[in-house]
């Protein structure tokens, strides 16, 4: 098919509709955290329980996605120490990674929300500080009616392969590489 003629309907083996699916955000490129929070208006739209759990962010930055996000009613928890870069105290970050993973093994077990975002997840699972096998077991037992977004760059193929969808966001051009900072409302 050329780039100038529109896609042609496309045939399809039927598949029962799930009630839950899990999504992987990964890549260099920005837009992961975006397209969750995407995912989480949605759920919300549709009077889902959302929890979201982020993994390096701080709670003190007061972001743009947790303030609107708490006014809808999520259950959103900032729990990182903030970039590793940044930190005095890398085992401080440890112990908030392990905590904040040990919350969010609970919170999909529960049940009780349908959407469960684990924002930043891949870094502290690329680092060593949380088990990629303990997150794909979690994953993969979880309530069937709970949806679960992880989001971060490297993302691990035992994630990928437990994954129904996974998406790689690839950077072209990004204002940063221009000596343009991060802006409120755009990057947080």
Known sequence: MSGSEPPRAVERTPHPRPESVVLVLTGDGKGKTTSAM???????????????IQFVKSDAW????AEVARRLGVEFRATGEGFTWDVDDLD????????????AARTIAAGKHRLVV???VTYPMTWGWIETDAVVEAIRSRPPQ?????????????????????????SRKHAFDQGIGALKGIDF
């Open 118 to 120: 684990l924002d930043e």
């Open 92 to 103: 401080a970050s440890i112990a908030a990674a392990r905590a904040a993973w040990d919350e």
């Open 62 to 65: 007061k972001t743009g996605e």
């Open 38 to 52: 995407g995912t989480v208006m949605r759920a919300i739209a549709r009077g889902w329980g959302v929890a979201v």
């Open 146 to 170: 709970v949806s679960v977004v992880l989001t971060g760059r490297d993302a691990a193929e035992a994630l990928v392969q437990a994954a129904d969808t996974v998406t790689e966001m690839v």
